[in-house]
């Protein structure tokens, strides 16, 4: 039964070599089928770490030419953490509306540079109640960007970042809470009122602002070198 299993095993780590150099390489029809089939493998089953890169530059390859929900999934999945400068590249490319997956992959791994990016779609016609959403998940990572984005002549930008500040905000977030009290906008001076009094009502209590663990990945599968031999 060992033997056997170690048969299938090897077998299946062939496999994965194949869909990687597929998706890397392949045609059209191929690289679809390889993207599908991948769709569905734990990335953590993929004991050669060349074949796990080859797979997340075949992603990248995918988003840089059609940034749609499945190929941003793909390359969430298989880069991780390093994939966030490639979703932010595509963020900014993005001239209407951008897939929720993008919001969603950025919101996951919670980096400073992704929430300033996200923050910067606040107010936007397509983008803003997904920004407001992942922004709001990012918990405190996001607050410097929202401290910068609160004080705009956007409105509707200024309250949703004056409203995240009492979702996710500390002491930092105190002095433009106060300068935003000041507004002649009624909307964004009480909404900074009551921000204010959550991040104080937190610091009474001892409650912390939530924020998501931080996921552990092997070296950017993007720095470096990956044949196509894996």
Not at 26 to 34: F, I, P, T
Not at 36 to 47: C, F, H, K, N
Not at 88 to 97: F, P, R
Request: aromatic fraction near 4%; charged fraction near 30%.
């Amino acid at each position: 039964p060992q033997w056997a299993a170690a048969q299938g095993s090897s077998r299946m780590q062939r496999e994965y070599s194949k869909l990687a150099q597929d998706l890397h390489t392949g045609n059209l029809s191929e690289k679809r089928a390889a993207s599908e089939a991948l769709s569905r493998v734990d990335p953590g089953s993929v004991t050669n770490k060349n074949t796990r890169k080859l797979i997340a530059r075949g992603y990248k390859a995918l988003v840089e030419d059609r940034a749609n929900d499945e190929n941003i999934r793909g390359l969430v999945t298989w880069g991780g953490k390093y994939s966030v400068p490639i979703l932010i590249d595509v963020l900014h490319s993005q001239k209407l509306s951008i897939p929720k997956e993008l919001f969603d992959g950025l919101a996951r791994f919670k980096d400073p540079r992704g929430a300033e990016a996200v923050a910067s779609q606040l107010g936007n016609f397509f983008n803003h109640d997904e920004a407001v959403r992942c922004l709001k998940k990012m918990g405190p990572t996001a607050e410097d960007a929202l401290i910068e984005a609160a004080p705009t002549s956007d409105e509707k930008a200024s309250l949703a970042a004056v409203m995240l500040l009492g979702e996710v905000g500390s002491d930092k977030s105190i002095p433009v809470l106060r300068q935003a009290i000041k507004s002649r906008n009624r909307d964004v001076k009480e909404t900074a009122r009551r921000s204010l009094k959550r991040i104080r009502d937190r610091q009474k209590s001892g409650e912390q602002p939530g924020a998501g663990d931080e996921l552990e990945d092997p070296d950017s599968p993007f720095a470096g070198g990956a044949t196509l031999t894996a």
